[in-house]
């Protein structure tokens, strides 16, 4: 079972990268982003995305209800169903799927940020949260029966709200709920980078063990992307690839090695 | 079997509905549209629809890639998932699809629409079509492991393309493949009314055999819906209730025989 999880960024190859999971014979299951979308439709609608940023120093999208509509319309309306129309086209007999849908992500939602407002500490809760399990019945289920699921966020929270969260840790429940040996992560770089500037400094591998070394290494959303990885292995997987989703054909890449690979 | 359509109006009382629904036994499908969420998106957006005019004198919205690109974000994504969540709040254990995820109603693309430009006969075409099928086995698979199916437009063609088409005609095919004895249609009127002005000249009930007369009396989309109309009771469904989506209780009210009865 192979997880592939295709990045939001404007640049991603979505047509190249399903023309090329048309010819991979083990199950998948798709996850996708769709910030870069997202970020666009709310600036057209005038109403651009917030940031929060905690006293800890972590940055969020401030995720109101205004941004759980937008979301719902970038991801789990737009990209999410024109990459269920090329799976057709290539003759991948995809089903499109939010969080919300069959609560297919179950997560709880965050308490809230402790933010300054000017020199006032204020806790503002918006609406989103961390994915804890996924309907596993409903999966299988479909995979059983020939589909290929294709996830995305908003996911559904204790309450039955839609909630905002980190398709990264979509990615980790998912994982662990179908003991995925293999995720390929595509994103719009060659893989980890040593210096973010500089495409070259490409880390062709880096072993389980290395991982909560280069976690402090690194900062902000990618430190949260290495404790994903990390949780990934803890769970069992064998194989994670973070590969360049720009390229012509981003799954046979990743799979022959190329992008950063971890095992 | 019961066939609930939503009406995409801007006044239907979707909360009251799904609150309504979640005291049904009986297993039902939703149909819902959102051509007022879709108008006003593709306003906001600065690409405000279009509507051709065949030379034979019937309006349909243009659908070019932008306005499916709409009708993904509007129908697709933020009308369906928001009735999903809503449906999740009231413990209906709901999963939304559109007609292309996992081919779920499949159609053929529209020719082309002939119109006049200025003096100048040209054929038009877009992607719109009709409904012919939809997957049965995918619907008995979510119905019968207790899932309740929210569908939506676009459908898929017969070249795995996304298109437009009209949810009655979906409404049509659903019933056909569920074998469907009742169909709800909420709408944003009592029912359906002798003068489309004045709310209290509401039509009771309409025998099956009067709809055919009925057809003619009526114009443009009218004309369509209660074609729509006769083919169900072609196909044997035994009972067609349009009823008032703005009520309170719509769902109750429709059962009970409120607004326009046709059997």
Excluded: W
Excluded at 99 to 126: A, E, F, S
Excluded at 186 to 208: R, V, W
């Amino acid at each position: 079972m192979i997880i592939v999880k295709i990045g939001g960024g404007k640049t991603i190859n979505i047509a190249g990268i399903i023309e090329d999971l048309a010819g991979i014979d083990e199950p998948y299951v798709i996850v996708h982003g769709a910030n870069a979308l997202r970020d666009k439709l709310a600036e057209d609608l005038g109403q651009p995305k917030q940031v929060l940023t905690s006293v800890k120093g972590y940055s969020s999208v401030y995720s109101d209800e205004k941004l759980l509509d937008v979301m719902m319309m970038a991801y789990a309306g737009l990209r999410n169903k024109r990459i269920v129309e090329l799976c057709h086209r290539h003759g991948i007999n995809a089903v499109g799927l939010s969080g919300l849908d069959g609560k297919m992500v179950r997560g709880t939602r965050n308490k809230g940020i402790r933010v300054y407002q000017g020199k006032k500490l204020k806790i503002v809760r918006d609406f989103s949260g961390k994915p804890r399990s996924v309907n596993t019945s409903l999966l299988h289920l479909l995979l059983d029966n020939g589909y290929v699921p294709v996830l995305t966020v908003p996911i559904i929270d204790e309450h039955n709200a839609a909630i905002n969260t980190e398709n990264d840790d979509v990615v980790r429940v998912l994982q662990e709920a179908l003991k995925a040996d293999t995720v390929i992560n595509l994103i719009e770089a060659p893989g980890f980078l040593e210096n973010k500037d500089d495409a070259a400094s490409l880390i062709k591998s880096i072993s389980a063990s290395d991982l909560a070394a280069r976690e402090q290494q690194v900062e902000g959303r990618m430190k949260r992307k290495m404790l994903a990885l990390k949780k990934l292995f803890e769970q069992g997987a064998s194989r994670i690839i973070i590969s360049d989703g720009r390229a012509d054909y981003p799954v046979t890449d990743a799979l022959a090695g190329n992008g950063t690979v971890i095992a």
